[in-house]
């Protein structure tokens, strides 16, 4: 059994940073690639950023390009999402989701395993 575990969240003002993590076990890390999507209330899940199995490619929603990065370590089985210049409209339940391939996808429907999600809320 997959498990996936997020940590990191939290509040903090407008403009500040915050650091996602995932913590995987129950399958090869290394081999898949890993998603990170968002919930905020009262909208639909959205896909925010995704990592190939390596960590050579990465793919991001324009809506967090150039704020927020994604890396991991295959070594300790952990996907991070780095957020920096954090907006109020960053507000949501973030969570990490896994998939069987090694390719990234910013499908939600292409992610097997998901996380309990970790709260990041944003002040203005």
């Known amino acids: 059994q997959v498990q996936l575990v997020e940590s990191g969240g939290g509040l903090v003002q407008a403009g500040g940073s915050l650091r996602l993590s995932c913590a995987a076990s129950g399958r090869t890390f290394s081999d898949v690639a890993m998603g990170w999507f968002r919930q905020a209330p009262g909208k639909e899940r959205e896909f925010v950023a995704t990592i190939s199995w390596s960590g050579g490619s990465t793919y991001y929603a324009d809506s967090v390009k150039g704020r927020f990065t994604i890396s991991r370590d295959n070594v300790k089985n952990t996907v991070y999402l780095q957020m920096n210049s954090l907006k109020p409209e960053d507000t949501a339940v973030y969570y990490c989701?896994?998939?069987?391939?090694?390719?990234?996808?910013?499908?939600?429907?292409?992610?097997?395993?998901w996380g309990q999600g970790t709260q990041v809320t944003v002040s203005s």
């Open positions: 989701a896994s998939r069987s391939r090694q390719s990234y996808s910013d499908y939600e429907g292409s992610y097997d395993y």
